[in-house]
């Protein structure tokens, strides 16, 4: 027998935006009503501040001190260490490895797709440039062919959303129009690809962007690379690693007033997200975190990031961002671009996944498909 819950919000995130007095009936692990001013019966409990969407993660390595290309054991660490963030919707992502490592990475996490803790898995590499590796291991890199991508695709038995490419190697524009043909974003990502090469990718049927800006050509006034070719195209998604690290928050404010609803906001977290500073491995690699900030070890090169989404809205928000398209970078866009259905929206249906946040947007309580996560 199911439960119903009613829950009152001094204000609300709605899918039309934020709301006075809202409020939501929660029916088993699904929202069954929700609106405005006087719900249906006496509330059960009444949230004095802000009552969202649980965030979506759609690009994210780690956290808690575990990665996602470790064991299942490990993979669970960092769903729950986002889930006390507000973050209860994640897809996996996976670094560079050698094509049989990926697989059995793959196998792994689809069995957390079937029973979903997952929605899906990202991998972000091996069809990377050199030039613009990041935290990957560049003797692993590959260019980019049909057979290789499929044979991933088939052990993850089709749970795979998202591919990172760099549409300038060899192969990649064929393998983007495959992916495009299969309902598989590609994102162009980790890239040395100029203006030209960025829009052919598009063309191809790539709709995504791996953390716009980073690990990709500067934007020149007379060589606008890769970032602008992304950023102007009305149908392709931008992710943004907005942590004040990654991209300067004025930069991301521009991004998202200018392309309200295709910024998605994203961790690219590794182990250290949601835990301690200190010496950690990412695809092999030794990174340090020193003061929340990860880099390969020895080298000034970001390595992933230790964000999470909640903080993310909070950088945003001081940057000067509206909290509505912070809140919408953070739980509808994500969930619109990979195609993830009954997350990301307060509304009747969705999975009653909610996040309740104080003034100052730090997160007081987190619902799971109708239950309450213990702090």
Request: aromatic share 4%; hydrophobic share 45%.
């Amino acid at each position: 027998m199911s439960t119903s819950t009613v829950i009152t919000a001094k204000r609300m995130y709605a899918p039309s935006g934020m709301v006075d007095d809202g409020w939501v009936r929660v029916d088993g692990d699904t929202i069954a009503e929700c609106g405005e001013g006087q719900p249906p019966s006496a509330p059960d409990l009444v949230i004095d501040g802000i009552l969202a969407p649980g965030f979506v993660d759609v690009h994210s390595h780690g956290g808690g001190g575990a990665s996602f290309d470790s064991s299942r054991d490990d993979a669970l660490t960092v769903l729950d260490a986002h889930a006390q963030h507000g973050t209860t919707t994640m897809v996996a992502s996976l670094v560079t490895a050698g094509l049989d490592d990926l697989a059995d990475q793959v196998r792994t996490l689809a069995q957390l797709v079937d029973e979903r803790r997952l929605a899906g898995i990202h991998l972000e590499g091996p069809w990377l440039a050199s030039k613009y590796k990041g935290a990957h291991t560049e003797s692993l890199l590959l260019d980019p062919t049909v057979a290789d991508v499929q044979r991933i695709l088939d052990a993850s038995n089709q749970t795979v959303k998202m591919i990172t490419i760099a549409p300038e190697k060899p192969g990649a524009l064929e393998v983007i129009t495959h992916l495009a043909n299969l309902g598989v974003m590609a994102a162009v990502g980790h890239t040395a690809a100029d203006y030209d090469c960025t829009l052919a990718a598009i063309a191809a049927g790539a709709r995504g962007t791996t953390h716009l800006f980073n690990a990709m050509p500067d934007l020149l006034h007379r060589a606008p690379g890769p970032a602008l070719a992304l950023w102007r195209d009305p149908e392709v998604w931008v992710e943004l690693v907005c942590d004040g690290v990654h991209v300067h928050p004025a930069l991301v404010a521009q991004v998202m007033q200018t392309k309200p609803s295709r910024a998605v906001f994203i961790t690219d977290a590794m182990a250290a997200a949601a835990h301690a500073d200190g010496d950690y491995t990412l695809g092999g690699l030794p990174v340090e975190v020193r003061q929340g900030v990860a880099r390969i070890a020895g080298t000034p090169t970001i390595a992933g990031s230790t964000l999470t989404l909640d903080r993310a809205i909070r950088t945003a928000v001081a940057a000067g961002i509206d909290l509505n398209l912070a809140l919408r970078a953070a739980t509808s866009n994500p969930a619109d671009y990979l195609g993830l259905t009954g997350v990301g929206r307060i509304q009747p249906g969705s999975l009653a996944d909610l996040v309740c946040l104080d003034p100052g947007l730090n997160v007081t309580g987190v619902m799971r498909r109708g239950s309450w996560l213990d702090a």
